[in-house]
């Protein structure tokens, strides 16, 4: 977390702190609990452009994606019961569709071109009369790309489609103003922008508004579609998070694209290196890499002093190599030799001095070891091995 | 993930690295698949008395997989084909110390020392 965001939310926390609960109105701590709460989401507001009002706080992306992905498809049930997404998106979005499935659902899985783009025509020829939803998300989190939300938006408008956006990835790193996005939903998180753990919002537009049903049930909270009392600090921290972002983004992605280039121009004249995902259309902060016939995992060892990972954090006890490589059209030596590289507030340009180096030296060393590398020096096709698997 | 000691120490020095030229005197295993993300390769050198000379072995695959094999290299050598064939994956764990979700890379290295027996075996039938 940045300390700015620590230390306001330590001002709600202590002994000396203002606990009341934003949802009592009858003392003066719940009443700062609750302008402390409004300021918050006017700052998380602020950063997409769109009105304090239209922001829900949830307990953080996966609940706002799956309150905006069931809650629709819920609401709208009578109207159908059809949903699009795309293969590469998060579990949580994911995962709420496979749910809406086993509930007699369909849902239509999108093939992203092997840039990791979205080919529009394709996402229109999916487009059913009964087709109530169509969740894709803004920023890839292995890839970094970034899909055109204005273009999909325009097509669900015209099909009078409800369009979410899962936002985890993109919110304080490009540019967002809701106010003419063609979006109705949109996920946030607070930790992946230097906030707390726990906290995000869901912003459901008011005009025209979009309705859902609510996923958790109580005082009826944050205008009913999220009961639960509000965690004043979290929401804080939150706001804070989202403040400092909307002032810095511009110079950190400036920052931060300066590092990524440095590090890629690093490495890339090294045989069988290949970037995941489009080059453009792409976060500053990002870029996943696969050096071939070497395996991830190993690769991530001689780098362990270094934050990287290896397909996606959420699955990386897992042993299946990334379902995005997977869904780019990657083999599966590629899908297993990829490496993402996140850059962000506190890396400098030292570690990614550091990080060249590393990766050089143990991708030479790893190849040695690789007996995938001797084939493919002596020029065996490793697709036409008849392997065992196991 | 964090790493047991064995397995760091063979992945910072991995024994017996290599490959042989094939011949009669050589049994080569390869087992594991790239849609796995574990291929090993192990190849030992057996002498008239059917003692194993030499070993040497390439792996592309996670740290585990790489320690395994490399340990498994520096068992077997000095040892007859039979007393090889009865090193068991889970003697290769515990040395290790491998996690359970690490312990598929033991079984891999099991396979792989089976593979070259059988692959000498057949050659000198």
Redesign the interface.
């Given at each position: 977390m940045d300390e700015r965001v620590v230390a306001e939310m330590l001002k709600y926390m202590g002994p000396e702190s203002s606990f009341g609960n934003p949802a009592s109105r009858s003392h003066s701590f719940g009443w700062e609990a609750e302008a402390a709460v409004e300021m918050a989401r006017k700052q998380v507001a602020d950063l997409v452009g769109a009105n304090p009002k239209e922001i829900i706080f949830t307990s953080g992306a996966t609940e706002s994606d799956n309150l905006a992905i069931k809650g629709v498809a819920h609401f709208n049930q009578k109207r159908g019961k059809h949903i699009v997404t795309c293969k590469t998106e998060h579990k949580a979005v994911l995962d709420s569709c496979r749910q809406l499935e086993r509930e007699g659902y369909e849902v239509t899985y999108l093939d992203p071109m092997q840039n990791g783009l979205i080919d529009l025509e394709v996402l229109k020829d999916a487009l059913r009369d009964d087709t109530t939803l169509v969740s894709i998300m803004h920023v890839n989190n292995e890839i970094g790309v970034i899909q055109d939300i204005e273009a999909i938006g325009k097509i669900c408008r015209e099909r009078k489609i409800i369009f979410h956006v899962d936002a985890a990835q993109s919110a304080g790193k490009v540019a967002i103003n809701l106010e003419q996005l063609p979006v109705d939903l949109m996920s946030f998180s607070a930790h992946k922008i230097y906030g707390p753990k726990g906290i995000g919002a869901l912003y459901v537009q008011r005009k025209p508004r979009v309705r859902l049903e609510a996923q958790m049930h109580g005082g009826g909270h944050e205008r009913g579609m999220r009961s639960g009392t509000l965690a004043t600090h979290q929401i804080v921290g939150m706001g804070e998070a989202f403040r400092i972002a909307k002032e810095e983004m511009v110079a950190e992605n400036e920052r931060l694209l300066k590092l990524r280039n440095k590090l890629y121009d690093g490495v890339k004249d090294m045989e069988e290196v290949y970037v995941n995902g489009d080059i453009d259309h792409r976060i500053a902060g990002n870029i996943n890499i696969s050096f071939n016939?070497?395996?991830?995992?190993?690769l991530l060892?001689a780098l362990n002093d270094l934050a990287i990972s290896s397909g996606s954090a959420c699955t990386?006890?897992s042993?299946e190599?990334s379902y995005v490589l997977r869904a780019l059209g990657r083999?599966?030596?590629l899908a297993?030799s990829s490496i993402r590289f996140t850059m962000g507030r506190y890396t400098t340009e030292e570690e990614i001095d550091l990080t060249i180096e590393h990766v050089r030296q143990a991708v030479e060393k790893l190849r040695?070891?690789?007996?995938?590398?001797?084939m493919y020096k002596e020029g065996i096709d490793?697709a036409s091995i008849e392997?065992?698997?196991? | 993930?964090a790493?047991g000691k064995k397995v760091?120490d063979h992945?910072e020095n991995?024994r017996n690295?290599g490959?042989f030229e094939n011949s009669d005197e050589i049994g080569t295993g390869?087992?594991?698949?790239?849609?796995?993300?574990?291929?090993?390769?192990l190849q030992i050198k057996v002498g008239n008395d059917g003692v194993i000379e030499d070993a040497v072995f390439?792996?592309?695959?996670?740290?585990s997989?790489?320690a395994s094999s490399s340990l498994l290299t520096e068992w077997v050598k000095g040892k007859t084909l039979d007393e090889a064939q009865a090193i068991k994956n889970t003697q290769i764990a515990e040395e290790l110390a491998l996690p359970p979700?690490k312990i598929?890379c033991s079984?891999?290295a099991e396979?792989a020392i089976n593979a070259a027996i059988a692959d000498y075996r057949q050659k000198n039938n």
């Open positions: 016939y070497v395996e991830g995992e190993s060892m990386s006890a042993l190599p083999n599966d030596e297993h040695e070891l690789s007996p995938l590398w001797d490793i392997w065992a698997a196991h | 993930m790493y760091l992945y991995p690295v490959s390869m087992v594991g698949a790239p849609a796995c993300g574990d291929v090993m390769k390439k792996t592309y695959g996670c740290g997989a790489i979700v598929h079984v891999l396979d």
